[in-house]
């Protein structure tokens, strides 16, 4: 449980640094942002006033200095003016006709309607400077944000995304990369654990066949035979693990009262099992029993083990269109919110003594070899828990 408590921790302060880095860039934009609009709006009054500067250059020209001196006025206004190349700019004469426009893309036959769509972006971004030609003629400058500054505010947005998606994308190749592994090592356990458990499953057998010879009570040979023969279905289960199995067409509740009544005989008196549904129905779906029926087996066993050895486990079969919906219900301590979504995780457990892999391998069997479906419907601490298979017919 601590291992994956980690990995949640630092799966979460990798969204947060990317959180920080991301208002950290918004932040420095907007600033830098500010700042450039506060440069641009300089420029325009530089280019306001330039504008004035020429139409109001009525210099009386008395000497050939006098002359060069305004010669090269004019040209250093016409240079400001010309320098703007970026900032979108519309003149308007005192009665509200367009006089002059820059660095606005339109075609001639739409020049009015293009204007007018600018004029409107301009009022809402900014107050208008006056130019005033004197003799009571007044021209109003109008301008918004550059292409530049536009694009500078659209970055970090940009950024994040990207951060994000990487973050994403690294999300899923490292658990892809964990689950490949897991499987792995998994499967390798399994088919060695299958092979250890066969030479003393042989031996117990030829040792059951020995007492058969000898005065021993035939209840007491029956019992050692029904616990070798679940020996080597638990064998079998090992070895198929990593394999696809083979689905049969079988009766589901067939399946269900077998499991259940061996786990009957092997659990406490003070457990109690109510089975609702017709024990003598049919309901035939594909499945691999010896797999399936071990499903059923570790969700009781995890029933009992919340219960204390003392409760009641509730098993509910509902046909549903073209599926099969089994819900196992206890009256155990339940499982708080936060387990909830770890339950199935391998490795995850709640016990002080267990490895974790039972319920992430009822998820496998159910959810990869029958293409089911196995998640938690209703658990509440200190009341008990349900759990819900739905089986495709």
């Not at 693990?241 to 005989?265: H, Q």
């Amino acid at each position: 449980m601590d291992i994956y408590l980690k990995r949640r921790r630092g799966k979460i302060l990798l969204l947060i640094i990317a959180v920080l880095i991301g208002v950290a860039s918004l932040l420095y934009t907007n600033w830098l942002t500010k700042k450039m609009a506060t440069e641009e709006r300089n420029k325009v009054e530089i280019w306001a006033e330039a504008i004035k500067g020429i139409n109001n250059a009525t210099i009386e020209v008395t000497t050939p200095e006098m002359t060069q001196l305004q010669t090269q006025y004019l040209q250093f206004l016409g240079l400001v003016s010309e320098k703007n190349t970026t900032i979108p700019i519309l003149i308007l004469n005192p009665d509200g006709t367009f006089n002059f426009d820059r660095n606005i893309a339109y075609r001639e036959d739409k020049k009015e309607e293009a204007l007018q769509r600018e004029l409107e972006k301009m009022q809402d971004y900014a107050a208008p400077l006056p130019i005033d030609l004197g003799d009571g003629y007044e021209q109003m400058l109008y301008y918004r944000e550059s292409t530049l500054l536009r694009n500078l505010r659209l970055y970090p947005v940009i950024q994040l995304i990207v951060i994000l998606i990487f973050i994403i994308v690294a999300y899923f190749a490292f658990n892809a990369t964990n689950q490949a592994e897991q499987n792995q090592v998994w499967v390798g356990m399994s088919k060695e654990t299958a092979h250890q458990l066969g030479t003393p499953i042989s031996s117990l057998m030829a040792w059951i066949e020995l007492l058969k010879l000898k005065d021993v009570d035939p209840n007491l040979i029956k019992e050692l035979e029904q616990d070798t023969a679940r020996l080597e279905r638990i064998t079998e289960r090992f070895s198929k693990i990593g394999s696809k199995p083979e689905l049969l067409r079988v009766n589901l509740i067939e399946v269900l009262n077998s499991a259940i009544s061996y786990l009957k005989r092997r659990s406490s008196e003070k457990v109690k099992f109510e089975l609702n549904y017709d024990t003598k129905a049919y309901i035939e779906t594909p499945l691999n029993g010896a797999l399936f029926s071990w499903v059923i087996e570790n969700l009781c066993k995890n029933a009992i083990d919340a219960m204390g050895n003392n409760g009641t486990i509730t098993v509910h079969v509902k046909e549903k269109g073209n599926q099969v919906n089994i819900d196992l219900t206890d009256t155990g301590c339940g499982i708080s919110k936060n387990h909830q979504k770890s339950i199935f995780h391998p490795g995850f457990s709640t016990k002080k003594r267990g490895w974790g892999l039972g319920l992430s391998l009822a998820k496998r069997i159910v959810e990869i070899y029958h293409n089911g479906k196995i998640f938690i419907k209703w658990s509440e601490q200190g009341k008990g828990t349900t759990f819900r298979i739905i089986l495709n017919k």
